[in-house]
């Protein structure tokens, strides 16, 4: 029988650079919830540049923030995490607030799908680590599209990769466990 994981440390990741380096972030549990590993994250931002001043992320997929709140470490200038289990975004907003950064990060309780439907506002960074299950690439890719800044740079994370859309190139690529990474360019015709 599997016994949980009572240790102080489960359920929390670290900042690992910017001005927020190495402080905790903590989270609820969540089905499917696997946060992208410090090795990743530590390759993904050196993709990015490690100062991301004057960059709008969206991360699609917040989960336990990992990679919206890195951003937000990293001087972006506005960042948006999207999450659809309810307790997980209260887990963030309270991340949110403790690390003082109500003003630079918003989170948005709901779907990813349903967020690039009423959406605005476009993005030079996105970041999209789903859970492993998910199946609605196509119709993701298509109310993405109208959300990217010209040059944007979306960072996806799955267990294989969907079909990708012609106006988004592969330009850094990885793998770790389970997992598939990559960083992709888009490219507007």
Not at 9 to 21: A, D, K
Not at 89 to 111: I, M
Not at 113 to 131: H, I, K, N, R, T
Not at 162 to 180: D, Q
Request: charged share 25%.
């Amino acid at each position: 029988m599997k016994t949980p994981n009572n240790s102080k440390h489960s359920n929390q990741v670290r900042i690992i650079g910017g001005e927020h380096r190495g402080r905790k972030i903590k989270f609820a549990s969540a089905e499917g919830l696997r946060p992208t590993a410090d090795s990743v994250r530590e390759r993904l931002f050196n993709w990015l540049g490690q100062d991301l001043a004057g960059q709008t992320v969206l991360d699609l997929f917040a989960g336990s923030g990992a990679l919206g709140l890195e951003a937000a470490s990293r001087h972006a200038v506005k960042v948006v995490l999207v999450e659809r289990n309810r307790r997980t975004a209260a887990s963030l907003q309270q991340q949110v607030r403790e690390f003082g950064l109500p003003e630079k990060v918003s989170v948005h309780t709901g779907g990813a799908l349903d967020y690039l439907a009423a959406a605005q506002e476009q993005f030079s960074v996105v970041f999209l680590d789903p859970p492993f299950a998910w199946q609605e690439w196509a119709r993701l890719f298509a109310r993405l599209q109208p959300r990217l800044q010209a040059g944007a740079r979306v960072y996806i994370e799955a267990g294989e990769f969907p079909p990708l859309p012609e106006y988004l190139a592969v330009r850094k690529e990885g793998r770790s466990g389970l997992s598939r990474y990559a960083l992709l360019a888009y490219e507007p015709e």
